[in-house]
């Protein structure tokens, strides 16, 4: 049996994560939710929901004001991506190892300073099918728990069998659909969302359908994005 990783991401920290952590962890999924310190979304969270959160689920950070990392100078670049560390460290009282770029925006200047602020590694936006990628500070996700996110185009020379990706305008069977494929082929099959779009599009029921369908399969490990970059980039 080929080995998969069955991981999961949540951006942008909402109070609606609460929620949708319990919704994971019923299931025994892991998650890992990428919380800025300011944001214009929805309710957000308080220091004490996110210690809740983070009794089940890791925290990654997301810089501390949803920044255009690439578009600011490298000094304010610089203190998003410590600050955003800093800030969460202090309230958890633990080590945070993850970090994501806003809006999947990064280059290598961008990436280096995450690499020098202590983070093992982080998120992007990049559809990487269910392969492993060589470089922890690209970790790219499977699929998107939406229907209008999806990179299809870029997305679609990815996978060896000739399912037509495309043509699965419903995130829910695409979920489905590429998980059979990560159980066949191995690697790492990676949900990413956001708990209030969830919400908007009344997608509740259908999430839990998904990660029902995922969840307990034999061989299977599920980890948080941070376990998982351990897990596949600790090997070396
Ligand atoms: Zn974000």
Redesign the pocket.
């Known amino acids: 049996m080929s080995r998969l990783i069955v991981t999961t991401s949540w ?2 920290g909402s109070i609606l994560d609460l929620k949708l952590g319990e919704l994971l962890t019923k299931y025994g999924i892991k998650a890992t939710f ?1 919380i ?1 310190r300011f ?1 214009k979304r929805i309710t957000p969270m308080q220091n004490i929901d996110l210690l809740e959160l983070a009794a089940n689920h890791e925290i990654g950070a ?1 810089t501390v004001n ?1 920044a255009h990392l690439t578009l600011i100078p490298q000094s304010d670049a610089k203190a998003e991506i410590e600050g955003s560390k800093f800030y969460l460290e202090e309230i958890l009282g633990k080590k945070v190892k993850m970090f ?1 770029y ?2 999947g925006e990064y280059n290598e200047d961008t990436k280096q300073l995450v690499k020098t602020s202590g983070f093992s590694g982080a998120r992007t936006v990049k559809f990487n099918g269910l392969k492993d990628i060589p470089d922890p500070y690209e970790f790219g996700i499977t699929t998107a728990a939406s229907n209008h996110q999806s990179d299809e185009s870029g997305e679609i020379a990815r996978y060896s069998q000739a399912v037509s990706i495309k043509s699965l305008s419903d995130w829910e069977v695409k979920a489905k659909v590429l998980f059979d494929l990560a159980i066949a082929e191995g690697g790492i099959w990676h949900l990413w969302g956001h708990s209030w779009e969830i919400d908007d599009h009344n997608d509740w029921n259908k999430l839990e359908r998904v990660i029902n369908y995922v969840s307990h399969r034999p061989g299977v490990t599920y980890a948080s994005n941070g376990e998982t970059v351990d897990t596949v980039y600790s090997r070396s």
């Open positions: 951006d942008d990428y800025p944001s997301h949803h994501c806003p809006f």
